[in-house]
């Protein structure tokens, strides 16, 4: 009898015994919420992103950083923040939460990233602000974002989901704005479970944000029951419940030592993808672009229908059919019921993102992956894609 392959979840962490020595260290500590490992891991992360510790707060998702970092970025309500249609919906939710208006400005065929002369266009008297999303870890065009944002005064916050390691010309993403905004969820580079950092110049922003992340009081868990004796607090603002456990960071730790050797084991599953998919008639993910370091956070194909003779839901059946978990990032943001009723959006009127949407599909790229699971995916995609060409009209071969 034949042996079923076992499934190869899509973006499953790469969990050693490093970080089940450190949460196990955590539990023995008796102190799991916020504490002295979230202290060490924003130290990390800092020394890693290449700046000060206090421009750095952690929190436990991307969702709250972003939420957080609008809150204290003082946007008045009702403000216009320009974003990109193709990013996960916290990109968004995280706008309305925070009391300002979404505008979508398409993106960028090639990079797949918002097109710096589609918020252009998108400017209105009400823009204060710009959210670009560093998709996939290609990091935006910042030199022109920021260009605009200072032409217009508008705050820039970016969402770096996906972008821990990237750089545009030398200098971490995240780094460019008011704010950066990371994730630490299950399948990012960095995982901490759930998680998130919030990173940005000024020091006493990210005092203010560190404070509404925790209900906008004065003190923190560890600073009134730590060893130095009961501290009062006092609540300065209605904040948030937003803070990060140390049973969180336990995990972070050990991962966030081994986040460039991580970024080297995908290159290497990049590449292999590059050239074992070249002569297929599907898209691949561009080149990253000069002076920059892509965080090879997705990789994407692309199947078009006209060029592969299948659907791309076809596809993603048949790999679920072959035991093997895929991603779709993302179906563009206006083809969501909610963002239709709420804000009239329609998938046309932001054609590169939609179609990008309709047609991607991100292949399994975790550390985790062993060469033979890597190989498994080439021998899968290869078989699919290629019996679909053979199925189908000879005019859609190579076209
Ligand atoms: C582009 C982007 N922004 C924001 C988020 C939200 O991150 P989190 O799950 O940490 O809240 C994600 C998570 O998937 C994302 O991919």
Known sequence: MDEIEPFLVFGAPCIGEEEIAEVEACMRSGWLGTGPRV???????????????????????????????????GLEP?????????????????????????????????TQNIDPAAIEAAITPRTRAILP??????????????????RHDLVVIEDCAHAIESEFRGRP??????????????????????????????QELIARARMLALH????????????????????????????????????????????ESHWKRRQAIWQRYDTAFGDLPIGLPGAPEA???HGLHLYTVMIDPARCGMTRDAFLDSMNAARIGTGVHYLAVPEH????????????????ATRLGRQTVSLPLSPALTDADVERVIATVRQIVLSAVAAGSPLAVGA
């Open 173 to 202: 993403l995240g780094t460019f704005g008011h704010f950066g905004c990371f994730s630490f969820y299950v399948t990012k580079n960095v995982v901490t479970g759930e998680g998130g950092m919030i990173l940005g110049h000024d």
């Open 133 to 150: 999303v560093h998709f996939a870890g290609r990091p935006c065009a910042m030199d022109r974002i920021m260009e605009i944002a200072q």
């Open 337 to 352: 019921p909610y963002y239709q009723q709420h804000y009239g959006w329609r998938p046309e009127q932001w054609p590169n």
């Open 78 to 110: 009702g403000s216009e923040v320009i974003t990109t249609p193709l990013t996960f919906c916290a990109t968004v939710n995280a706008i309305e939460h925070a009391g300002l208006v979404p505008v979508l400005a398409d993106v960028d065929p090639l």
């Open 216 to 259: 906008g009081m004065s003190k923190d868990a560890w600073h009134r029951f730590g060893d130095t004796g009961y501290k009062h607090y006092q609540v300065l603002e209605c904040g948030f419940k937003y803070n990060m456990m140390d049973l969180q960071a336990a995990i972070g730790l050990p991962q966030l030592a081994k986040v």
């Open 39 to 73: 202290a060490r891991f924003e130290q990390a992360f800092a020394a890693y992103r290449r700046v000060q510790s206090g421009q750095v707060a952690a929190v436990n998702s991307c969702t709250a950083a972003l939420h957080v970092s609008m809150i204290a970025a």
């Open 291 to 293: 002076d920059t370091r």
